[in-house]
């Protein structure tokens, strides 16, 4: 397997970046290839919302052309797993993710066909949150939108890595390090 991970996090040496780090190497130790789109070095533009996307059934399609998605999503479409790798903003993801992930609508077609089209149909689909505070009323909120994201791509759920109390990398300790681990052999199983 080829997987592309997508580090969300504005800060590419952040707690995010520590935990994606482990994932990354336990999946290329298990022999599979790795690819990092780290979105700080991505311009992306948010959807503009025209469907123009809608009446092209076999690419993306989407009418955006002047930033760096396209090019993602050459990079995501012919991957599995994809995992997306994202601190804890505000209850959800941050802007610059968040703006990628929008975009992600293209990939979808119900607009003109009997029945919808997905360009990610069936491919495995991951989430790992970083968070400095607690789980409960905090990065749990985030689960349940990405959840529908899933389902609305017509992807699987690969699974969920969530770290609550991150202060700094450097405090992160082997019992994460174990989890990311064991996590990368979960999305690939």
Known sequence: MNA???????????????VLGWVEDELRTGGHGVERITIADHRIEGCRGCYTCQGVEDDPGCAETDDD?????????????????????????????????DRWFCLVKFHGFSEPISLARGKRIGLLVTAAGERRGNVDLLLPPFREMVNFLMARN?????????TTPDALGKDVETRAREFARELVG
Do not use: H
């Open 158 to 166: 690969a699974g969920e890595l969530v770290i609550p109390r991150c």
């Open 69 to 101: 998605a396209g090019m993602l999503f050459k990079k995501l479409l012919p991957s599995e797993p994809i995992l997306i790798a994202t601190p804890l903003f505000v209850w959800g993801y941050p802007g610059q993710l968040k703006l990628f992930l």
């Open 4 to 18: 592309v991970t997508i580090l969300g996090s504005p800060r590419k040496d952040g707690n995010t970046a520590r």
